[in-house]
DNA sequence: AATTTAAGCTGAGGCACCCTCAGGATGTCA
DNA sequence: TGACATCCTGAGGGTGCCTCAGCTTAAATT
């Protein structure tokens, strides 16, 4: 009922600690080199410790992943507050939505992980989702009221297209990036048309 | 070097024909069941035949989705060119990029695989999405000579929106659908502001 | 310093899936 | 009715997931 999501938290004990802050390294490097599918067993390994003890500061791949985008996405929330207080609402929504695709494509895929957390509470990384989507609602919220985007816009559409040009930038991760140019026709298709 | 794809083709034996046919459809309800990352074992026993029939037949898992989306997609091009002798190339292009895009997200997984395969000679089903970029080119083309669409949209770019809109789709699966409106956002977004 | 104890660590082991291949079965053609 | 090419089988080795019983140790207590 109450599906509490799991959120890693650095452990009391210091070689706890040590070992949960080399997990979170080799994470970071594996979910880089090979996606979010990467090896667990490999994970462990790399960062110097037996599998159980991945296990024991991260029960599940979800809660890892988690733990391992969570600075950056803490990042682009603030981001987004600090541009909540720029002049222009429409170049505060562009310049927060190219971050925002950056992010979510860190690794293969981390958007279809995002994607679920945004409408699925009891996932690890919800919190953080939600925070994300209130950060773009806002924004968004803002540049309608000045005229310049679409008012039948949602935020969802917003995240739904967010989404979509990140998974483009995912998918062509060697060679070809279409997600600059997806981004730009997504936002010159949404601005409302004064121009 | 000339890495040929692996197309699969109906073999000549009647048992081996009917070994074909039975695994290919119990592909398809297991990819619609469970994703493109359906269990290989569990389609061979579901199709009462041994893991190695499943193999002979079709050596690779990208082997055996392009067997079972071949269909589907040939109808696509197919339409394609029924759709060229309309009246209207904007009418026609959308109604094409609509159908693409549910064709696309027949099942979990299968977006990524046709964008994998779009720019990927070598891969099995590299050859219809060929065939599908030649038709939404020629769609775009079309809908481009009549002023209807901004004329610097390239077909990568409008492949890369609709990859975009079926991957979205194929999130949603289950609840909310945003691939609808998604798509026509990105039309609305695309099309020449003469309205 | 010795004791206690809770936090943490280990890695074997069961399970699922992948893919291969040697040996056996059988459809087909003459 | 052979003879042969095609086809089928399923055990087996490899990888990855995840758990848990037993051991180790940091740190609090006396």
Redesign the pocket.
């Known amino acids: 009922m109450d599906a509490k999501p799991y959120i890693a938290q650095r452990?009391?004990?210091?070689?706890?600690r040590?070992?949960?802050d080399a997990i979170l390294a080799a994470a970071r490097k594996a979910f880089e080199a090979s996606g979010a599918?990467?090896?667990?067993?490999?994970i462990a390994s790399q960062a110097?410790?037996?599998?159980?003890?991945l296990?024991?500061?991260f029960?599940?791949?979800a809660a890892l992943v988690e733990a391992a985008t969570r600075d950056g996405l803490e990042n682009l929330v603030a981001h987004a507050e600090r541009l909540t207080a720029g002049p222009d609402p429409l170049d505060a929504l562009t310049a927060w939505m190219r971050e925002a695709v950056v992010h979510f494509s860190t690794f293969r895929g981390l958007v279809g992980i995002l994607a679920q957390s945004m409408y699925d509470e009891g996932t690890p990384s919800h919190a953080m989702c939600s925070a994300m989507h209130r950060s773009g609602a806002d924004l968004l919220r803002a540049a309608q009221a000045a005229g310049r985007v679409r008012p039948d816009l949602t935020p969802e559409e917003l995240f739904d297209l967010l989404s979509g040009a990140a998974w483009v930038r995912e998918q062509a991760a060697s060679g070809r990036d279409g997600s600059t140019r997806f981004l730009q026709l997504v936002l010159e298709g949404i601005t409302t048309r004064d121009d």
């Open positions: 452990p009391k004990r210091a070689d706890g040590r070992n949960y599918d990467a090896s667990l067993e490999d110097g410790v037996a599998i159980g003890t296990y024991r500061h029960p599940t791949r």
